[in-house]
């Protein structure tokens, strides 16, 4: 009679252990991760003066050049502790201290007068209300990120890694780029007077270019023209191509 009661208690405490391993690998599957409720929730924060900004965390980022700084953030409610905005440095900085799963897409509508920076990493998203004016300004991208404006300047630098894709429209005096991995440039919409481009592996890019262009490409990169610019330079390696649209 001991004996099996002893069994029935062993078989016990091995499904709880089963269970409990089970339990375990699907938290740990899930990256313990903070469920979004489903619940929007827009919430002002306090921002000081801030000239650059640096988002990373999946959001959406909606920018208005004004006459003042504002930040509103768009998120499931349950989240909000989790999304840090800080300035440091003149820098805002938005994002996400633990591992969450949102439902409501975060996004991060910014107010600014001036900026010399925007940088993003991950699957960040930036668009803008209006058309934005610099004297200059560098766009640093990496990841899965997108960036879609329409600008007035006059040097603009960018440098963009991973599967990003940048579309400008506008116009700028002189345009530095250096593009890696799987990114895609459209910016025959963006008539400049000087380009000087660096591409390397599956990069592909599209321009406008009215007085001077350097294009160094190599790996399986694309780049393509349009304009009628006297051509300081062009290297190709690879299976890299350039060629006019």
Same mark, same amino acid.
């Given at each position: 009679?001991?004996? &099996?009661?002893?069994?029935?208690?062993?078989?016990?405490?091995?499904?709880?252990?089963?269970?409990?391993?089970? /339990?375990? *690998?699907?938290?740990?599957?899930?990256?313990?991760?903070?469920?979004?409720?489903?619940?929007? $929730?827009?919430?002002?924060? +306090?921002?000081?003066?801030?000239?650059?900004?640096?988002?990373?965390?999946?959001?959406?980022?909606?920018?208005? $050049?004004?006459?003042?700084?504002?930040?509103?953030? @768009?998120?499931?409610?349950?989240?909000?502790?989790? #999304?840090? +905005? @800080?300035?440091?440095?003149?820098?805002?900085? %938005?994002?996400?201290?633990?591992?969450?799963?949102?439902?409501?897409?975060?996004?991060?509508?910014?107010?600014?007068?001036?900026?010399?920076?925007? !940088?993003?990493?991950?699957?960040?998203?930036?668009?803008?209300?209006?058309?934005?004016?610099?004297?200059?300004?560098?766009?640093?991208?990496?990841?899965?990120? =997108?960036?879609?404006?329409?600008? =007035?300047? @006059?040097?603009?630098?960018?440098?963009?890694?991973?599967? /990003?894709? #940048? +579309?400008?429209?506008?116009?700028?005096?002189?345009?530095?780029?250096?593009?890696?991995?799987?990114?895609?440039?459209?910016?025959?919409?963006?008539? /400049?007077?000087?380009?000087?481009? =660096?591409?390397?592996?599956?990069?592909?890019? =599209?321009?406008?270019?009215? @007085?001077?262009?350097?294009?160094?490409?190599?790996?399986? *990169?694309?780049? &393509?023209?349009?304009? !009628?610019?006297?051509?300081?330079?062009?290297? /190709?390696?690879?299976?890299?191509? %350039?060629?006019?649209?």
């Amino acid at each position: 009679m001991k004996t &099996k009661n002893f069994s029935s208690l062993s078989m016990v405490a091995v499904l709880m252990f089963v269970f409990l391993q089970l /339990t375990l *690998s699907c938290s740990y599957a899930d990256g313990f991760s903070i469920r979004g409720s489903g619940n929007k $929730q827009v919430e002002n924060r +306090t921002v000081g003066s801030f000239s650059a900004i640096d988002v990373s965390g999946g959001f959406e980022v909606i920018l208005t $050049q004004g006459s003042s700084e504002s930040l509103q953030i @768009e998120a499931d409610d349950n989240l909000m502790n989790s #999304i840090i +905005t @800080e300035v440091k440095g003149g820098e805002l900085r %938005i994002y996400i201290r633990d591992h969450v799963s949102a439902k409501t897409k975060m996004k991060a509508y910014i107010n600014f007068i001036h900026l010399d920076e925007i !940088e993003i990493s991950g699957a960040v998203k930036v668009f803008a209300t209006n058309k934005l004016n610099f004297k200059n300004l560098e766009l640093d991208a990496s990841g899965a990120s =997108e960036i879609d404006l329409e600008l =007035e300047l @006059e040097v603009l630098e960018i440098d963009m890694s991973g599967a /990003t894709k #940048i +579309t400008l429209n506008g116009t700028a005096d002189k345009v530095y780029v250096d593009c890696s991995g799987a990114s895609k440039m459209y910016l025959s919409g963006f008539k /400049t007077a000087v380009q000087k481009f =660096e591409l390397s592996g599956a990069s592909y890019a =599209e321009v406008w270019v009215t @007085e001077e262009l350097i294009v160094e490409a190599s790996g399986a *990169s694309e780049f &393509k023209y349009k304009g !009628e610019p006297k051509i300081l330079r062009t290297d /190709t390696s690879g299976a890299s191509s %350039i060629r006019k649209m």
